[in-house]
């Protein structure tokens, strides 16, 4: 934990007079900082972010009520401590200096033993609650790296000589996630491909999506067709799922000295195929149900031929339901409008081309969805 000794405390007063004994009172104990003004305030917190605000409400330029309004707005201080510290004594203006998210409230003339004890305590539990954050966050990282480590480690490894490139990007939106890709070599020749995006965010989905990868490795090296893999796969999610989570999979198998590609899916949507010379289209359009909530029916799978050139697009819906400032997503339509434009010369190309029309489309706007995009080429 922090020692208190090392908080910074920011007062802010335009009346120097107050300042001045607030500064006494505190000094040698904690680290001060002053802001004669609101706008001082602010561009104060902005450079460095303290760890208590001391807030007077009644000022020239910004009053406390709207610093303390756009301090709450901001996500790297919304969190942040906030007392008021005010001449304003009413229950009414008390209620709104809570209501916009203050911590405290004392009224002038204060004592000054009581503002020492109620920064103190603000501190202690700033110190308390930064910690407890600071050890979820080190478990948040350490199992993003046991989930990363899940994911194929050596693609290239697992086409070498298959006549095809293939190419993935997985980006969860927070540390851990339920997206997950496959890329295994099943065989002299054959290689499975399978794309999927487990229901919910965070430790439970990152749980269910390493549950479900183990099984449909353990299945897809069984040598089952990759309909069976996904009836299987769901039977075993089936078993043990008290959460009522579910994944949606597409799982291809390419089998290059055959010249075919065999995809079974789950709920999930179909994937993009590029071809020279036409208009890149959904390919593999039927599906079963999602997996791991209720027995399967009867899922299916589609053959067709590989033609050299072609590229399959697999991606998650953290490409399509991306939303732009206003709200619009980025759709399965502006997905094959961007792959018209511009198909890449190659699986990488292919994969961080529309990577980057998505976040060109976000325009900043904050991940929603785990983004997953793997592309496959046939090179013949």
């Given amino acids: ?49 303290p760890d208590l605000v001391l807030l007077d409400i009644v000022m020239p330029d910004i009053d406390g009520y709207e610093i303390c309004r756009r301090l709450r707005a901001a996500e790297v ?35 000054i033993l009581e503002v020492k ?3 103190r305590s603000l501190l202690k539990a700033k110190s308390y609650a930064d910690a407890v954050k600071a ?7 350490i199992a993003r790296e046991i989930q990363t480590g899940l994911l194929p ?32 070599r099943l ?24 549950v479900a990868m183990t099984i449909l490795r353990s299945m897809a090296r069984q040598g089952h067709a990759p309909e069976e893999i996904l009836r299987l ?30 995809c079974a899916s789950a709920g999930h949507h179909a994937a993009a195929c590029i071809v020279p010379g036409r208009s890149p289209q959904p390919a593999f359009m039927s599906s079963g149900r999602v997996l791991g909530l209720m027995p399967a029916d009867a899922i299916s799978s589609e053959t067709m031929e590989l033609e050299p050139g072609e590229t399959f697009v697999l991606f998650t819906d953290g490409v399509s339901e991306a939303f732009d400032p206003n709200g619009e997503l980025f759709g399965e339509e502006r997905l094959l409008a961007h792959l018209g434009a511009s ?38």
């Fill in 135 to 141: 050890a979820a966050e080190r478990d948040l990282r």
């Fill in 187 to 210: 065989g002299a020749e054959r290689v499975l491909v399978a794309v999927g995006d487990v229901s919910g965010k965070g430790i439970p989905a990152a749980l269910f999506m390493a």
């Fill in 1 to 49: 934990m922090k020692e208190l000794s090392d908080c910074r405390v920011l007062i802010v007063d335009d009346v120097k007079a107050n300042v001045d004994i607030l500064v006494e009172a505190l000094r040698g104990e904690y680290k001060l900082s002053v802001a004669l003004g609101g706008q001082q305030a602010i561009d104060a917190v902005h450079r460095s972010p």
């Fill in 77 to 111: 201080t919304r969190e942040l401590p906030i007392m008021f510290l005010s001449s304003l004594e009413d229950v009414k203006d008390k209620a709104r200096g809570f209501e916009l998210g203050g911590n405290d409230y004392l009224t002038k003339p204060f004592e």
């Fill in 233 to 262: 796969l769901n039977d075993e999610l089936l078993e043990q799922n008290p959460r009522g989570m579910f994944v949606t999979l597409q799982l291809m198998v390419f089998d290059p000295l055959k010249r075919t590609v065999t």
């Fill in 153 to 184: 480690a050596n693609i290239p490894a697992q086409i070498q000589g298959t006549g095809l490139d293939v190419y993935a990007v997985l980006e969860p939106a927070h540390l851990v996630g339920g997206d997950l890709f496959e890329v295994l």
């Fill in 343 to 380: 198909p890449g010369r190659s699986a990488r190309e292919t994969t961080l081309g529309v990577l980057e029309a998505v976040r060109q489309h976000a325009a900043g706007t904050k991940q929603s969805d785990d983004i997953t995009v793997v592309s496959v080429r046939y090179t013949g």
């Fill in 117 to 119: 004890a109620r920064v």
